[in-house]
């Protein structure tokens, strides 16, 4: 399996801007989640979809973020407009919740800055 | 107070020391899990707990439910155990909308020396 995929792994973007993360979770997986890490705070989880449907977003800084679930296979984060104070490393990260066993696996992340 | 707090926040050792990474909670939770993050950035789940202990190669991890406390162990540390160690909790019962939820620790800098 190919693990988690983030794209792009790199983003650079003037204040204003429209910016879109996007993931794809590994096959099978029910449960999607979006971090961000910042020197600052940390990680922190922003959003998470179970079954595609958003269960916690309660995370999610303000208007400007969305993220959205259309299927199993792909999510996307989208800011709009972008700020200096969103420039974070972004990770998307899937498990399959409801095993006893279950693992978050996380995506390579997607460093964004906003200038 | 943060709901979850790990010491020491950095941690020097010469390679082949025993190393034990802390993690304290204050509210319910699932499960509690063990991340460790690489200079280049990349995150790997070490362990997931809900009770007891586990051992994976030279790591060890354990936690105590009653005093909401979790500790991490590396035997015969390595200079490539060089990471961020970062502990995280999971809240809620299954169905809840807080569950599957991680809230995370400020992490923990461990380098080991040759």
């Known amino acids: 399996d190919a693990g988690v995929i983030q794209s792009p792994r790199h983003e650079v973007t003037e204040m204003g801007q429209e910016v879109t993360l996007r993931c794809k979770p590994i096959?099978?997986?029910?449960?999607l989640f979006w971090y961000r890490q910042t020197m600052m705070r940390g990680l922190e989880l922003l959003i998470y979809?179970?079954?595609?449907?958003?269960?916690?977003d309660s995370g999610m800084p303000e208007d400007r973020f969305s993220a959205k679930m259309p299927n199993a296979s792909f999510s996307t984060l989208k800011i709009q407009p972008s700020e200096p104070r969103d420039s974070a490393v972004y990770f998307c990260?899937?498990?399959?919740?409801?095993?006893?066993?279950?693992?978050?696996?996380f995506g390579p992340g997607t460093r964004l800055l906003v200038l | 107070k943060n709901e979850v707090e790990q010491s020491p926040q950095n941690l020097t050792a010469q390679e082949g020391e025993f190393i034990t990474i802390n993690c304290s909670y204050s509210?319910?939770?699932?499960?509690l899990h063990w991340l460790q993050q690489h200079p280049g950035g990349g995150i790997v789940s070490l362990f997931m707990?809900?009770?007891g202990k586990k051992k994976h190669g030279r790591l060890i991890a354990t936690i105590n439910i009653q005093e909401k406390h979790s500790s991490l162990h590396i035997t015969a540390s390595h200079p490539r155990d060089s990471a961020v160690y970062i502990c995280?909790?999971?809240?809620?019962?299954?169905?809840?909308?807080?569950?599957?939820?991680?809230?995370f620790g400020q992490g923990t800098i461990l380098t080991v020396h040759p």
């Open positions: 995280a909790v999971r809240g809620g019962l299954a169905g809840g909308t807080s569950y599957g939820k991680l809230t």
């Open positions: 509210v319910g939770i699932s499960a």
């Open positions: 979809f179970n079954n595609n449907v958003p269960i916690d």
């Open positions: 096959s099978g997986h029910n449960s």
């Open positions: 707990l809900s009770s």
């Open positions: 990260a899937s498990s399959f919740l409801g095993l006893a066993q279950e693992t978050q696996y």
